[in-house]
């Protein structure tokens, strides 16, 4: 996830300065940001719930 992050910023350093239609190029980016933020948020609930159900299980099995 990190390096998927990376990659985008540095996509978005060159493609900013770059392109006269940068405000085209900003909004993608904030689009891929909250995208990627998104992603980040639905993994840490589906562990978050992986978690708690190994727990439950090991409660219930002892």
Do not use: K, Q, W
């Amino acid at each position: 996830m990190e390096i998927g992050l990376f990659y985008v910023e540095r996509l978005s350093l060159f493609l900013i300065p770059c392109s006269p239609c940068s405000c085209r190029f900003f909004f993608f980016f904030v689009l891929l940001l909250s995208f990627y933020f998104i992603l980040t948020l639905i993994n840490l609930y589906i562990y978050i719930y992986i978690y708690i159900c190994i727990y439950l299980f090991l409660l219930m099995g002892i």
